[in-house]
């Protein structure tokens, strides 16, 4: 045993994903992973990993969890919650916080209590080296539907711990990242079709000229939108089932779209009027329960230099890595009392982070 | 037979790209949907993710940073020359299933809307001969066709929360294997022992689309004896014939 990461409360949602698993949709096996992957790679990053391991996907609400192992290098990306670092039991409490898009080095005892979610509805917790936990089917990513993946195919609950695949870290400079700029489009773009027939012009007209707002429904399967209903052509809402994409905008019967996401089914039985460009879709994965939502359409070359240019910024996210310039750690009772603590998270609104 | 000019690339975004046959639950659909799957993965043409066969359609997902939707209906379009539907050749199964009333939570429902009696609800459903369509909905879940049409029955009004694993149910003269407990609308006529998903094997999924399969009436107590091997892991499933059929991923 290299080490642990213990749960001390799992948070809201708090799972095991990584870039999922195609290559099984044939089998029945949807492709899951991280909804936000662009978040997943910048806490990678961080912690000195390749861009798909394995990392915790904090919904709304993040875990406490508590280092048993001799050391960790941990970070957060996505949306920013405050992070307490907690002494080890017994010890008095430090005050110090840790920023979203910082590394730092933990030690036994140890711990994080991550608060809720603000700016996006997922954040992503990475250590280096990544869970010791094996793949089933080439991946981590947890499906809580058919009980696969992740630990045991289940959200993570309290008592849990996590293997470690590093049980120490050595001390280094800590980096950080300019916070992501998780600011959804206004207009989330989409290629129409396939089944962009199964409706009338008056339907295909209501889904690009209207806003929707994001049902407390939606979960990492769909998203369910609430607004106007789209009107089915004569040919109906029943297809014979085909398959679906990540994206896919299907339209049952009662007219309302849902976007199909990270633990999307294989296939269905209902038309597809649309589909959102594949760099639209961690903006998407972002987006939170009560959020308006607008759809402009684009045609296939667009989406395609979209995903060129999304894939081009990855790229460079690395070239933004910067030493921590302060203690890895921030010192709040300090800053308070210097009274700058407003103006870091200020800064960052205006910037638009 | 050849594919008919009726087939269309329909675009699924930047990631995946349609190829439709038609619009039918076809057997000859079906086979031209599995044979142009096995001639694109065959080509190992370099972007393409995965294919995923269904009814009456073929997706290909693929990565657009390395293939453009243009380039890949440019590399498909040969492919769909002179395709042939007789290229597949799945294999045979008969799957023991227990019709015992206190498992086919739905037989006396589907011999009253179908007109038969419960014994021939047993036997027309068990010596159909059907064909996997596709797998989806869940892993290792079957979409078999060919029954029937006394069995051209529309999904429950209301659908149960929980069907449970094994279950063999029917609607619109098709029959669905729950291979792990799920919601489900179909009508149950059956439960089988046989281990449909199981992670210690490769692939996991026992079936897959071009396969062919019937049902063996066994008594409750056969089941539940296979049901205890099958937890056990000591039950084996074999197909009746050896596989003929080409590379899956």
């Not at chain 1, 080439?138 to 992740?150: D, E, W, Y």
């Not at chain 1, 296939?267 to 959102?276: H, L, M, Q, R, S």
């Not at chain 2, 657009?64 to 492919?79: M, N, V, Y």
């Not at chain 2, 060919?146 to 694993?165: C, D, H, I, T, Y």
Request: charged residues 20%.
């Amino acid at each position: 045993m290299k080490g642990a990461l213990r749960v001390v409360s799992p948070g809201l949602m708090t799972t095991l994903q990584d870039l999922g698993r195609p290559g099984y949709q044939h089998l029945g096996v949807p492709v899951s992973g991280a909804l936000d992957h662009v978040s997943l790679r910048a806490a990678n990053l961080l912690v000195g990993n390749a861009a798909g391991v394995g990392a915790l996907e904090i919904a709304y609400q993040g875990p406490t969890v508590r280092v048993e192992a001799d050391s960790v290098r941990i970070a957060l990306a996505g949306g920013s919650p405050t992070i307490d670092i907690l002494p080890p039991e017994g010890e008095a409490s430090s005050g110090r916080r840790l920023a979203p898009y910082e590394s730092a080095r933990l030690v036994r005892g140890q711990g994080l209590r991550i608060g809720a979610l603000s700016g996006s509805s997922v954040a992503y917790l990475a250590i280096e080296g990544g869970f010791d936990i094996a793949p089933v089917l080439g991946s981590q990513s947890t499906l809580i539907r058919a009980a696969i993946g992740g630990l045991e195919g289940r959200a993570l609950r309290a008592g849990d711990a996590l293997p470690l695949k590093q049980g120490a870290t050595a001390e280094r400079d800590e980096v950080m990242l300019p916070p992501l700029d998780l600011t959804s489009r206004a207009r989330v773009r989409i290629v129409l079709g396939p089944q962009e027939d199964h409706f009338t012009p008056e339907g295909l007209r209501t889904l690009l000229g209207s806003t929707y707002t994001i049902s407390q429904a939606s979960d990492r399967m769909g998203m369910r939108l609430e607004g106007p209903a789209l009107e089915h052509s004569s040919k109906g809402y029943n297809i014979v089932s085909d398959g679906i994409a990540h994206g896919s905008i299907q339209v049952p019967g009662n007219g309302l779209p849902i976007i199909l996401l990270a633990d999307r089914q294989t296939t269905g039985g209902y038309p597809k009027v649309a589909t959102v460009i594949s760099a639209d879709l961690p903006g998407l994965g972002r987006m939170m329960p009560g959020a308006k939502i607008a759809f402009e359409a684009v045609d296939i070359e667009t989406a395609e230099a979209a995903a060129r240019a999304l894939a081009a910024d990855i790229a460079d996210m690395a070239s933004r890595l910067a030493p921590v310039r302060h203690a890895a750690v921030i010192d709040v009772t300090r800053l308070m009392g210097e009274n700058l603590v407003s103006g870091v998270v200020n800064a960052r609104e205006a910037s638009g982070a | 037979m050849e594919s008919s000019s009726q087939t269309r690339f329909l675009a699924a975004g930047d990631t995946a790209l349609v190829v439709e046959f038609g619009d039918r639950v076809d057997a000859h659909l079906s086979a031209l949907v599995l044979a142009l799957g096995q001639k694109l993965e065959a080509t190992g043409l370099p972007g393409v993710v995965e294919v995923v066969p269904t009814f009456r359609s073929l997706m290909v997902h693929y990565d657009p940073l390395q293939l453009t939707h243009a380039d890949l209906q440019r590399a498909i379009a040969p492919l769909l020359q002179g395709l042939e539907a007789a290229e597949i050749a799945g294999r045979r199964w008969r799957l023991p299933a227990c019709y015992d009333e206190s498992l086919g939570l739905d037989l006396a429902d589907v011999a009253d809307r179908s007109g038969l009696s419960i014994s021939q609800v047993i036997e027309r459903h068990s010596e159909s001969v059907e064909l996997v369509y596709m797998m989806g909905f869940l892993p290792g879940l079957p979409y078999l066709g060919g029954l029937p049409s006394e069995f051209a029955l529309p999904r429950r009004e209301n659908p149960r929360v929980k069907v449970p694993p094994g279950s063999v149910a029917v609607a619109m003269a098709m029959t669905v294997i729950y291979p792990q407990e799920s919601p489900g609308g179909w009508h149950i006529l059956a439960r089988t022992p046989a281990p449909l998903w199981d992670m210690a094997r490769t692939p996991p999924a026992l079936l897959a689309a071009g396969d062919r399969v019937s049902f063996a009436p066994v008594s409750l107590r056969e089941y539940e004896r296979l049901s205890a091997a099958a937890a056990a892991g000591e039950l084996r499933v074999t197909p009746e014939e050896v596989p003929a059929r080409g590379r899956r991923a």
